[in-house]
């Protein structure tokens, strides 16, 4: 496994994560747009009580992307997320903005409402603010997690299901990752009543187009009804989880509920898990030990590589096949001088001037 990157006409360079630390922020007021705020099955997240605040409902489990525009190309930006006043990151995440100013979707809270350390359901209703601050501009976006929205007649229609993936035998933790060798469950609320539907499991891609052809990766994809209420009951989609693909896709799956049962994906109708992300990945138990020498490197297209032009940027994609963080990890990102030999208390210099900070899930 390659170990480091290198930039040519430069020294060497590794791109190390470390555990985590701390920010602020403020500056000129604007306000995020809509468009620019999607769940993470790809929708633009949407007002359906009237009071003029986009919602999403608790029991969905829902995990928000959004993307930030405006900023100065390479400025530091700090994003926090408030509930009811009070922050829910462990720290202020600090991302850069690229060439154009822009910070491309990022998902800044996973599966709302289940607790990560448990996998258990936690109450997580509220009013919630997504605040990104640098460079003396601040970009704010509120929205609401509502108790009981699955009951609306208006969201038992195509297109507005919801479905989200479980582990465990009997399932009971919901889960963005799975052991080798263990069942696969889905769920899920909001589709049309009493109607044949069909579960996929596919290999992850974040570029679903309609038309494309749905090919299970599990042997063959399961068929069920919905119940009088629109809801997808517990099914076991796959009864034995294996890592399949490879790079930064191995061991990475979407689930597609095919809603009018035809094989091929149809955004007017269908549901992705997760169009924006990674439905769930498959991996391997915790190995012994705290250090692991994983592919970190990436181009912007997502392809590991190790060596880069000068004026290349380099980008971060982290997939190991183990578990080694805990949920909701905080971990700080640092570019530093390739060194053939490390040791327990060498000290992090980052070349870029500072460290970034990102949050890591792998529950």
């Known amino acids: 496994m390659k170990r480091h990157a290198t930039l040519r006409g430069l020294s060497a360079m590794l791109l190390l994560i470390a555990v985590v630390g701390c920010g602020g922020g403020g500056g000129q007021v604007s306000q995020l747009q809509v468009s620019q705020f999607r769940d993470a099955s790809g929708r633009s997240v ?31 930006v700090e994003v926090q997320v408030f509930r009811n006043g009070v922050p829910q990151l462990p720290q202020p995440l600090l991302l850069t903005a690229d060439a154009n100013g822009n910070i491309p979707p990022v998902p800044v809270l996973w599966d709302i409402g289940v607790d990560p350390q448990t996998g258990q359901p936690v109450d997580a209703t509220g009013s919630y603010v997504v605040v990104a601050s640098g460079g003396g501009r601040q970009v ?28 465990g035998s009997p399932a009971v933790f919901t889960q963005g990752s799975v052991l080798t060798g263990s069942p696969v469950w889905v769920e899920g609320f909001g589709f049309p009543a009493n109607q044949q539907v069909k579960l996929f499991i596919v290999r ?46 191995e061991g990475d799956y979407d689930i597609v509920v095919d809603v009018n049962r035809n094989d091929l994906f149809d955004s007017d109708t269908d549901v992705v898990v997760s169009a924006i992300g990674t439905g769930f990945t ?11 020498a994983v592919e970190l490197a990436a181009s ?23 578990r080694p963080l ?24 980052d070349v870029t001037g500072r460290n970034e900070e990102d949050l890591m899930r792998f529950a």
């Open 300 to 322: 912007q297209q997502g392809v590991f590589k190790d060596e880069f032009n000068l004026t290349e940027n380099v980008s971060v994609w982290l997939n190991p096949p183990w």
């Open 326 to 349: 805990t949920p909701y990890q905080v971990v700080r990102k640092y570019i530093v001088l390739h060194k053939n030999n490390w040791q327990n208390g060498d000290v992090l210099i």
């Open 140 to 167: 704010t976006f509120t929205f609401e997690i509502l108790a009981g929205r699955s009951a609306s007649v208006g969201n038992r229609q195509a297109q507005t299901g919801f479905a989200f993936v479980l582990a």
């Open 282 to 292: 498959v991996q391997e138990p915790p190995v012994s030990g705290q250090h692991l």
């Open 46 to 76: 949407r007002d359906t009580n009237g009071n003029g605040v986009p919602d999403l409902p608790l029991d969905a489990r829902p995990t928000v992307v959004p993307s930030f525009s405006g900023f100065a190309p390479g400025q530091a």
């Open 204 to 249: 992850d891609r974040d570029n679903w187009v309609n038309g494309s052809p749905l090919t299970d990766a599990s042997g063959g994809a399961e068929t069920v009804t919905t119940d009088a209420n629109g809801n997808l009951p517990r099914t076991q989609v796959w009864a034995s989880a294996q890592r399949g693909g490879t790079g930064q896709t």
